[in-house]
């Protein structure tokens, strides 16, 4: 029972993947001979496409329309897509002229990716509004198709070929997004289900990280500390407090939160190690992206035992239902 409760709990998991990917890479015992670039790329990305079909096909069809809950849409895209991208390419302009500039490449793939897929079931688990993240996923997910590739183009256009970014994005969003609209109905466990997608999430963090280059000085490994707390624990707990001070409820705000500063991680790597795989930057650019890992695993669990703990929902929930 305790291995199973161990394999349900995506932060232990991701915490555990992230030791075991690190202990792996600075011992020298990441099989780079076998798992080559190319390799290390092709497995991420369709571990991820099997991920992204799964949990969207949980996502019903009803409650999906833009233009009815186009209010909704829109707070999605300005949280979800805009405001979290802001950080992490500030941080990449800021870093791109320097002697980290191929490290700051990671940034890129962070900026551009959407909220994770586990915005649904945390939405759930802290009572936020997840009709409300359900939709945002689905249309924001479809946006990503578009967003993505701009947000490449914009910044290291020059550096990868725009037309592999185009293939890996239809791989990674436009298939999973087809195929799990025609898998809706099929019955999967929701234990079964976070154990299966836990586990890739542990192969695809050792994946990465257990290959990633980490190397120069220690201020840059600061400074992506800096940027992921800022992106994660600073625009979170920003949007958490501007939205109860203008009396946003409980539902909205823990949505809105987790949408600005949760990111697909998954993507992300995918993205990294396989845009720039051609270009031999992808292990050094993804340092950006372990880092950042390490520093949203560590906001997931502040967000659930601290900022939005059981004691202060309930009181919160019981002042706006006495109205």
């Not at 802001?86 to 490449?105: A, C, N, V, W």
């Not at 840059?220 to 920003?238: D, E």
Request: charged share 10%; with cysteine; net charge positive.
């Amino acid at each position: 029972m305790v291995v199973k409760d161990a394999l349900k709990s995506s932060a232990f998991m991701m915490t555990f993947a992230m030791v075991i990917a690190l202990i792996t890479n600075f011992s020298g015992a990441f099989p780079s001979e076998v798992l080559t670039a190319n390799l290390r790329s092709e497995l991420t990305i369709w571990t991820l496409i099997i991920m992204l079909t799964l949990s969207l096909s949980r996502i019903p069809f009803k409650n999906l329309n833009p233009i009815v809950h186009w209010k909704s849409v829109l707070r999605a895209i300005v949280l979800g897509l805009l405001v979290a991208s802001i950080i992490p390419l500030l941080g990449y302009y800021i870093l791109k002229d320097t002697e980290f500039g191929i490290q700051s490449m990671g940034l890129i793939f962070i900026a551009s990716t959407p909220f994770a897929g586990s915005v649904v079931p945390l939405s759930y688990i802290l009572n936020g509004d997840t009709e409300h993240a359900s939709r945002s996923i689905i249309i924001i997910y479809i946006l990503s198709i578009i967003w993505i590739p701009f947000v490449i183009w914009l910044t290291i256009g020059e550096t990868v070929d725009m037309t592999n970014v185009i293939i890996v994005i239809a791989k990674l969003i436009f298939i999973p997004l087809v195929i799990s609209r025609l898998i809706t109905r099929l019955k999967v466990n929701n234990s079964t289900m976070s154990v299966f997608l836990n586990i890739c999430i542990f192969f695809m963090v050792w994946l990465s990280v257990g290959s990633t280059t980490f190397s120069g000085e220690l201020y840059i490994f600061i400074a992506f500390v800096i940027i992921a707390a800022l992106r994660s624990f600073g625009l979170g707990t920003t949007i958490e407090i501007t939205e109860k001070k203008i009396g946003i409820c409980w539902s909205q705000r823990i949505t809105d939160v987790l949408m600005a500063s949760y990111k697909n991680k998954g993507i992300a790597i995918a993205l990294c190690m396989s845009v720039l795989a051609p270009t031999g930057y992808a292990p050094t650019a993804m340092v950006a992206i372990a880092t950042s890992i390490l520093v949203e695993i560590m906001w997931v669990v502040f967000m659930s035992s601290i900022l939005f703990n059981e004691n202060r929902m309930k009181m919160e929930l019981k002042i706006e239902n006495s109205f």
